[in-house]
């Protein structure tokens, strides 16, 4: 027995899908909020130690109404580019509440943050030199590599020996030259592995290999984690949660018994963006045509990689969900079929060789856990237009958060 996320969690609330898309259009990016709160608060409660808190980290989506929801769930925030930090600012989050985890930005950038009054953390010895050549005694940050990655995909691996972020944690020696030099005072060290594991093993070795290097640096106010905390993509086939009582207990240790060693009390910080948000989203879209190419049957949607890329670029699997009348299609008879969108390219692929139940012209297509690197990663290409972002409040209610792109825009 198959389950279905969106009639387990009365996702679309008060409304109906078909209404949904009439009124706002179609594809549609659709919000649940108490998910999203839900999601907030189980990442806040993940360390029972008060000098936790997370960051939530802004590229996995940054809608403004979605990030003025999490800040008023306690959390900071990261930010990868000034545009981050103009839409954070502009959401409500205070300078101090940021941390621009800057890779191989330009001294204007650096100078925006640092006019904003933003940390930076700096991911290589040469940006390490170009921020103290720019604010000399300064307050600084340093993101290591542990030489430890995971992560979904060989991409988004961002630990280990093939990656271009961090600093090699044998480097800590230079890393203190540098600070010596310009007069700088580390204040804080960060770490990303990588995003979408489910297993607790490498981020805690991780995790215990930064402790060691924060050993070399007095100064030290706090220790980031980073993020990559995974969700369950397979829900339908009854793909567990991970186990963040595991996580959170290990972490807890770990930290709890350097800080008695240290007698510090080094704040305490994590990264987590799709864990946040990727279950609190679902897209919306419609089919067009369906048709037979060969031995393949292809369901045409309007769904292309410009509004999910997740699947065309990592090849990522997302449940999908068929509607006919709002009623979730829940046949017994499936058959094999391969679903596209409506870009120009063949591997405009939402899901490949997938059992789905008998599709139509006409019925709705929900993928699911949409919320993290969807909208976010969105384009023009094929000059398509993004779609509407719609958010299903507390009492069910859906109420538009960012409109649908116009043809005008696409003169902008
Ligand atoms: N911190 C840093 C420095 C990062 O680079 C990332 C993600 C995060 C935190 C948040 O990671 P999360 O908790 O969301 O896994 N587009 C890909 C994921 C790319 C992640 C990039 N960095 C995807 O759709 O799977």
Not at 41 to 46: Q, S, V
Not at 308 to 320: Q, T, V, W
Not at 350 to 371: H, Q, S, T
Request: aromatic content about 8%.
């Amino acid at each position: 027995m198959k389950t279905y996320f969106t009639e387990q969690t009365g996702f679309f609330g008060k409304s109906k899908p078909s209404r949904l898309l009439r009124e706002f259009g179609s594809p549609l990016y659709l919000y649940n909020e108490a998910i999203l709160r839900e999601r907030c608060r189980e990442m806040a409660g993940l360390i029972s130690c008060s000098r936790f808190k997370p960051n939530y980290s802004t590229k996995a989506n940054s809608s403004p109404e979605l990030l003025k929801i999490i800040r008023e769930e306690g959390f900071d925030a990261d930010a990868m580019s000034p545009g981050e930090i103009h839409i954070l600012l502009a959401s409500g989050f205070k300078p101090e509440e940021i941390l621009f985890v800057a890779n191989n930005i330009s001294t204007g950038e650096m100078e925006y943050a640092l006019n904003k009054g933003v940390l930076i953390s700096c991911d290589s010895i040469s940006q390490l030199c170009r921020y103290g050549r720019l604010n000399p005694g300064g307050a600084a940050v340093v993101r290591f590599n542990t030489g430890i990655g995971a992560g979904h995909h060989e991409k988004v691996i961002t630990g280990g020996e093939n990656t271009k972020f961090g600093v090699n944690i044998e480097l800590s020696g230079e890393v203190r030259a540098v600070l010596k030099e310009y007069r700088l005072r580390l204040v804080g060290i960060n770490q990303h592995i990588g995003s979408l594991f489910m297993e607790a093993a490498p981020y805690v070795a991780s995790v215990k290999s930064l402790l060691s290097v924060a050993e070399k640096f007095e100064e030290l106010e706090f220790i980031d984690m980073g993020g990559g905390i995974g969700i369950p993509y397979h829900k339908q086939d009854g793909q567990k949660r991970m186990d963040l009582e595991d996580l959170g207990g290990r972490l807890s240790e770990l930290l709890m018994n350097w800080a008695a060693v240290r007698h510090k009390d080094t704040k305490v910080k994590m990264e987590p963006g799709r864990y946040i948000t990727a279950e609190c989203g679902v897209l919306l879209g419609t089919v067009h045509a369906v048709k037979q190419n060969s031995s393949r049957t292809y369901i045409g949607t309007d769904i292309g990689f410009n509004v999910l890329i997740r699947p065309a670029m990592y090849d990522s699997y997302h449940d999908i969900e068929i509607y006919e009348n709002d009623e979730i299609i829940k046949s017994d008879q499936k058959n094999v079929v391969t679903v596209t969108g409506n870009i120009c390219e063949t591997g405009d692929i939402l899901a490949k060789d997938r059992e789905l139940p008998p599709v139509m012209e006409g019925n709705i297509i929900a993928i699911m856990d949409a919320g993290a690197y969807g909208y976010s990663m969105s384009s023009n290409y094929n000059c398509r237009l993004r779609p509407a972002e719609v958010l299903i409040g507390m009492d069910g209610t859906p109420r538009l958060i960012r409109r649908r792109e116009t043809m005008e825009d696409l003169m902008m």
